[in-house]
């Protein structure tokens, strides 16, 4: 069966298993119009653990609740928030000086000054606090107060990108502050995570978990009273659940696969929207592993999925190639030359040499070891299993045996040493954020941050250069170094970047912008990035 033919087969299937719940379920109380006028009700596929910055939530700017130091615009330029201007580096790029604006206030009333930010990235070196996000904060050696509205970072060593890093929320001193004679404990045991103080545009007013998050607006907000007055997030994983209650009128906007979303552009009073972004969808492959530990097996899975198919029938066309974690919007820090055509034959050619040879069953073996090794996928995302689906089916075309198995993340992070993962990442704004944790083997096993051990010294060092680079110039070269070592010794097969794909009423609200997107979960990104500068349609 030609290979695209038989990737819409999997989409037909897939989006039949989606068999449209009755209309007949009753509208959960609190949901649906009962916001007035002022408000939004959004559907979310993912329920946040935590709302604590220093646990991920609005690692990345735009969380609802929290500000950063300094956030991005549409055009994905970073902007000052809570800072009042610019981040001035010194003559050797070791010391960053930050002003921070005034007269901001928390939502308790506090009054916000440098304190709350040494605060906040102080807890990030402390273990004691078990920050999740605390290693990819390691080139700060120290932050202090100078004065009450300036703040000034020490590096451990030079990093060209520092304001990238000042965009997560600042907390009140006060909650990382465990009172006298008292020992820090981790932040996951603290209630903060689950009743949040921030100083951002809103504030949550209610949470049940597992059903509604409801936000009210902040009317002392430093950037101004928000017009939608609340946000009500439903909490609907199932995709199928919130196209359905979307065609019920339940819901203002919402997130769907693109494919499924594009099924709604019938709805009236409804409009679809694709969102262009940086996040990938990758299958890692284990170096500790007897196959995907082998490079020939690596470089040969990289010729063989074919891409483009992919991308037409699991997404119905909403994405672009990806061979590299650095996405084409970076411009010229995308090495373009990094790509691996779609060729089965080179990619039996290249597991022939290699001594992988093809038995009765057309699975291949070396010296005993049969071919073969198991991709996990989180079983709640659809999309996740139909690009695992594809991915196996290519495999098997070139004689690699790959079992399928969906999994809850609880039961797939203990694995993934071993496993492959159909893993998830990526933001438009500054490659090191994401290609230095995820390729760097300093990072190894650390959680999602190269799952599957990959190292190469090459890589290491045009990542390190990067980071340090005293020009653009530089910095370019370095990356695209990255992108040409990763293709010799590739330690993933990159499938896709994705769009991001939603339904919104088209009525009602002004002020909705485009934006090329980062992998976020929640309310941070999509369609309503700036929800606290719109305005009443008139």
């Known amino acids: 069966m030609p290979r695209r033919r038989m990737y819409r087969r999997l989409l037909v299937c897939a989006l039949a298993a989606l068999t449209w719940v009755s209309a007949a379920c009753a509208v959960p109380q609190g949901s649906g119009g009962d916001t007035g006028n002022d408000g939004l009700v959004l559907a979310a596929a993912y329920e946040e653990e935590s709302l604590h910055p220093l646990l991920g939530h609005g690692q990345e700017g735009a969380s609802k609740i929290f500000d950063g130091l300094y956030d991005y615009g549409a055009d994905r330029e970073l902007r000052p928030a809570l800072a009042a201007g610019r981040a001035h580096a010194s003559e050797d790029g070791l010391t960053w000086t930050v002003p921070l604006r005034r007269g901001v206030r928390f939502h308790d009333g506090s009054a916000f000054t440098a304190a709350d930010v040494v605060a906040t990235y102080r807890s990030l070196a402390d273990p004691r606090y078990a ?16 004065g009450d509205h300036t703040v000034r970072f020490d590096l451990a060593h030079r990093y060209a990108p520092l304001p990238h890093k000042l965009t997560l929320g600042i907390v009140p001193a006060e909650s990382l502050d465990p009172g006298p004679g008292a020992e820090p404990e981790p932040l996951h045991t603290s209630s903060f995570g689950s009743h949040p103080v921030g100083t951002g545009p809103y504030e949550l007013a209610e949470w049940r978990r597992g059903d509604r998050m409801v936000l009210t607006a902040n009317d002392d907000y430093w950037g101004g009273r928000p017009a939608v007055r609340t946000i009500t997030v439903v909490f609907a994983g199932d995709d199928n659940t919130r196209a359905q209650r979307l065609r019920a009128g339940e819901f203002d906007g919402a997130s769907l696969p693109p494919a499924l979303a594009d099924t709604l552009r019938d709805l009236d009073g409804y409009r679809v929207v694709h969102h262009r972004t940086a996040d990938h969808r990758a299958v890692t492959l284990p170096t500790r592993h007897p196959v995907t530990g082998d490079l020939a097996v690596r ?115 203990p694995r993934m040493a071993r496993d492959a993962v159909v893993l998830g990442g990526g933001n438009p704004f500054e490659p ?107």
Request: net charge negative; no cysteine.
């Open 131 to 146: 920050a999740t996000v605390a290693s990819e904060y390691e080139m700060i050696d120290s932050v202090r107060a100078v």
């Open 299 to 413: 470089r040969a899975l990289n010729h063989a999925v074919d891409r483009e198919g992919m991308i037409d029938a699991i997404l119905g066309g909403h994405g672009r190639p990806a061979s590299t974690p650095i996405p084409p919007v970076l411009g010229d820090l995308h090495e373009p030359s990094s790509a691996f055509p779609f060729d089965r034959a080179e990619a039996r050619r290249i597991l022939d040499r290699a001594g992988w040879r093809t038995g009765g069953d057309g699975v291949r073996n070396r010296d005993g070891t049969r071919a073969a090794f198991t991709l996990l996928y989180p079983a709640d995302d659809s999309v996740r299993k139909l690009f695992a689906q594809a991915f196996a089916s290519d495999a098997r075309a070139v004689g690699v045996d790959v079992s399928l198995e969906g999994l809850g993340w609880e039961a797939i992070e």
């Open 432 to 538: 090191d954020l994401v290609a230095y944790p995820l390729l760097h083997s300093s990072y190894g096993g650390d959680g999602y941050n190269n799952p599957g051990f990959y190292s190469d010294s090459d890589v290491d060092d045009a990542l390190d250069r990067a980071r340090t680079a005293s020009s653009p110039g530089a910095r370019t070269r370095a990356y695209r170094d990255v992108q040409r070592e990763l293709r010799d010794d590739p330690g993933f097969v990159f499938l896709a970047f994705l769009d991001h794909s939603y339904v919104l009423r088209d009525a009602g609200w002004r002020g909705y912008r485009p934006v090329v997107e980062p992998h976020t979960h929640g309310l941070t990104w999509g369609p309503w990035w700036n929800v606290q500068n719109w305005t009443a349609a008139s």
